[in-house]
């Protein structure tokens, strides 16, 4: 029974596999004189273009956006800022725009206020921190911005609020060069005074007993740096639109006023251009988007 059940099963196996190989062949000579389907589209839609009188909102228009922003994850200081932007669109995806702002406040971040409130001098930090009550003023700051930038919109759409308000919106994807203007601690040494204490001397010349005229010495600079980011725009009106920006701007300076490192990777006993620690600046911007000219463009 053993041998007829093996032999029993060969057969089929056989039987199977020959009826395979047709199959494929049949499937092969098939496909060599297959042809596609013309499929003839009738009615309304004959001829018709995959989008029909799609509004163009930014094709050979100028934006100018005057906007709000905010620096956000700063380690010390945080910025509030006023500006605004201009961009030209050569097509309705690609675009070219510059833009300014200037830190009308700035805000201590609860490390400052810590270090303000508790922090404690001694010899030892004495160049660092010379005094808690005037921390706040010895850390670095963005005093204003500027740059110049390529735009792309890969993505838009249209977007329903409770099924009665319709609204155009897209993605910007956008990158570029930024000029920041950068206040810091000015260059000091840390120098041994009489009496096991230390001393200051302020870049330029002036001596700062006990470090204390330095922790407030600023020296300003222009900080040059790449740019980049996304946005998120929504237009309501032909003319008017409002825009949510994400900018991310690394570089480095010194934000804590300290002596971080030296020529050698370790603390030196000066502050300088070496203590700078490279930082990715964040910038969230709420702007109102105003089109000219003010009609809109449409596609066939």
Same mark, same amino acid.
């Given at each position: 029974?053993?041998?007829?059940?093996?032999?029993?099963?060969?057969? $089929?196996?056989?039987?199977?596999? %020959?009826? /395979?190989?047709?199959?494929?062949?049949?499937? *092969?000579?098939?496909?060599?004189?297959?042809?596609?389907?013309?499929?003839?589209?009738?009615?309304?839609?004959?001829?018709?273009?995959?989008?029909?009188?799609? !509004? *163009? @909102?930014?094709?050979?228009?100028?934006?100018?956006?005057?906007?709000?922003?905010?620096? $956000?994850?700063?380690?010390?200081? !945080?910025?509030?800022?006023?500006?605004?932007?201009?961009?030209?669109?050569? %097509?309705?995806? %690609?675009? &070219?725009?510059? @833009?300014?702002?200037?830190?009308?406040?700035?805000?201590?971040?609860?490390?400052?206020?810590?270090?303000?409130?508790?922090? #404690?001098?001694?010899?030892?930090?004495?160049?660092?921190?010379?005094?808690?009550?005037?921390?706040?003023?010895?850390?670095?700051? /963005?005093?204003?911005?500027?740059?110049?930038? %390529?735009?792309?919109?890969?993505?838009?759409?249209?977007?329903?609020?409770?099924?009665? &308000?319709?609204?155009?919106?897209?993605?910007?994807?956008?990158?570029?060069?930024?000029? #920041?203007?950068?206040?810091?601690?000015?260059?000091?040494?840390?120098?041994?005074?009489?009496?096991?204490?230390?001393?200051?001397?302020?870049?330029?010349?002036?001596?700062?007993?006990?470090?204390?005229?330095?922790?407030?010495?600023?020296?300003?600079?222009?900080?040059?740096?790449?740019?980049?980011?996304?946005?998120?725009?929504?237009?309501?009106?032909?003319?008017?639109?409002?825009?949510? !920006? @994400?900018?991310?701007? =690394?570089?480095?300076?010194?934000?804590?006023?300290?002596?971080?490192?030296?020529?050698?990777?370790? =603390?030196?006993?000066?502050?300088?251009?070496?203590?700078?620690?490279?930082?990715?600046?964040?910038?969230?911007?709420?702007?109102? &988007?105003?089109?000219?000219?003010?009609?809109?463009?449409?596609?066939?």
């Amino acid at each position: 029974m053993m041998i007829l059940a093996r032999q029993t099963l060969l057969r $089929i196996g056989f039987i199977v596999a %020959l009826a /395979l190989g047709l199959v494929m062949v049949d499937g *092969l000579q098939a496909n060599n004189i297959a042809s596609a389907q013309d499929v003839q589209v009738s009615g309304p839609l004959a001829g018709a273009p995959a989008v029909m009188n799609q !509004r *163009l @909102w930014r094709d050979m228009r100028l934006h100018v956006e005057p906007f709000f922003a905010f620096t $956000i994850a700063d380690e010390y200081s !945080r910025s509030l800022i006023v500006g605004g932007e201009v961009r030209f669109h050569l %097509l309705d995806w %690609l675009g &070219i725009g510059g @833009w300014g702002g200037y830190s009308v406040a700035t805000l201590n971040t609860n490390l400052t206020q810590e270090i303000r409130d508790k922090g #404690v001098t001694t010899n030892a930090n004495r160049l660092d921190l010379p005094s808690r009550e005037n921390y706040p003023d010895q850390v670095g700051r /963005l005093n204003w911005w500027s740059g110049v930038e %390529l735009h792309f919109v890969p993505f838009r759409g249209k977007l329903a609020m409770f099924q009665k &308000i319709f609204v155009d919106a897209d993605i910007d994807l956008f990158v570029g060069a930024a000029f #920041v203007g950068v206040e810091e601690r000015k260059n000091v040494e840390g120098l041994p005074a009489p009496g096991n204490v230390i001393d200051c001397l302020i870049e330029g010349g002036e001596n700062s007993p006990g470090c204390l005229s330095s922790q407030t010495a600023r020296t300003k600079r222009t900080a040059i740096a790449p740019s980049f980011g996304i946005a998120f725009s929504a237009f309501f009106k032909e003319f008017v639109g409002i825009s949510l !920006r @994400w900018r991310g701007i =690394p570089f480095k300076y010194n934000t804590s006023g300290t002596d971080n490192s030296g020529p050698d990777g370790i =603390p030196d006993g000066q502050i300088d251009s070496s203590d700078r620690i490279r930082q990715f600046n964040n910038m969230f911007t709420v702007g109102v &988007i105003f089109t000219l000219p003010p009609k809109i463009k449409t596609t066939q």
